[in-house]
């Protein structure tokens, strides 16, 4: 879901503990629905852990050498 131009995203884990990040280049997985690839690419934004779920809210944006 994309709110205010960035992504909010929900997942599960396998975990119990509460934890809060703010990564400014964490790996994700991403899907180019255009070219049907799936790649690595950094994350920046916010992190929370849950018991039983991740949440992110952030960008992912692609590192040009």
Do not use: K
């Not at 400014?24 to 018991?51: C, I, K, Q």
Request: net charge negative.
């Amino acid at each position: 879901m994309i709110i205010f131009g960035r992504q909010l995203t929900m997942e599960y884990r396998l975990g119990v503990g509460f934890d809060l990040e703010f990564p400014d280049s964490r790996a994700v997985w991403t899907y180019n629905e255009r070219t049907g690839a799936t790649e690595a690419m950094p994350f920046m934004g916010t992190v929370l852990h849950l018991p039983l779920c991740i949440v992110t809210y952030g960008r992912v944006y692609e590192v040009i050498d």
